[in-house]
């Protein structure tokens, strides 16, 4: 079954630098891949997605780009802002179901 | 208007107890999904359904019992709760079939067994 690694787990940035998130996945074919961003208390909300037949989607200050030849795909967020600050998931779908990365809890200090 | 609803919010009961959660979507969608979310945050699917029909079951022990009466509504129920039931239970739906599209969340269960 599909596998979508997560790095890193914990990221720790000054406000108004970038960020990078990175995933990996398994199953080839996976076709959709949406991020999530988990406000402390709050419930999971998609912020962007890519689906396979594209490699680079931005959307603001959020970019995601996907490899599919190397099965892996990053969050780009720019000019981070202390409300970025909360845990962001990847996930990866075939169709049949959505798999969830294993977070990254990213602080962002004013 | 919430799109996707559960209740309760909280949940506290005793070992071996058993107990229900409902989640309610009023988006029009045909597949709803449950998550467990542990301590550590991970985020592991248990169920999917397809217009009241199970798609996906993950291995859950057979004391979680999913209850589709509609499309709109996914209840759970647990039987002879244990410790390690402890989670962040949340329900979920999409618009289509199968997984190729966001997944609007509920608010969370946050379910504690003492």
């Known amino acids: 079954g599909e596998n979508v690694e997560q790095h890193p787990s914990t990221l720790s940035v000054q406000e108004g630098d970038s960020a990078v998130i990175k995933c990996t996945y398994s199953?080839?074919?996976?076709?959709?891949f949406p991020w999530y961003k988990q406000e402390l208390g709050k419930r999971p909300q998609l912020i962007i997605d890519?689906?396979?037949?594209?490699g680079e989607k931005k959307d603001q200050r959020i970019a995601v780009t996907l490899n599919k030849t190397a099965k892996h795909f990053s969050l780009h967020i720019t000019e981070t802002q202390p409300e970025d600050s909360a845990v962001y998931f990847c996930?990866?779908?075939?169709?049949?179901?959505?798999?969830f990365g294993t977070g990254t809890r990213l602080q962002v200090f004013p | 208007d919430t799109a996707v609803s559960q209740t309760p919010k909280y949940l506290v009961t005793q070992m071996g107890n058993d107990k229900s959660i409902k989640c309610e979507q009023n988006?029009?969608?045909?597949?709803m999904y449950w998550y467990k979310q542990d301590s550590k945050k991970f985020l592991k699917i248990m169920f999917s359904?397809?217009?009241?029909?199970?798609?996906i079951n993950e291995t859950v022990p057979n004391r979680f019992s999913p209850k589709s009466p509609d499309k709109a509504h996914l209840n759970l129920h647990i039987n002879s709760l244990e410790l390690g039931d402890s989670a962040v239970y949340f329900c979920?739906?999409?618009?289509?079939?199968?997984?190729?599209?966001?997944?609007?969340f509920g608010q969370g269960t946050r379910l504690t067994v003492v």
């Open positions: 979920a739906s999409s618009g289509a079939t199968g997984a190729n599209t966001e997944a609007f």
């Open positions: 199953d080839s074919a996976s076709n959709y």
């Open positions: 890519i689906r396979s037949n594209v």
């Open positions: 996930a990866a779908s075939n169709g049949d179901k959505l798999i």
């Open positions: 988006l029009g969608h045909d597949t």
């Open positions: 359904y397809n217009n009241k029909e199970l798609i």
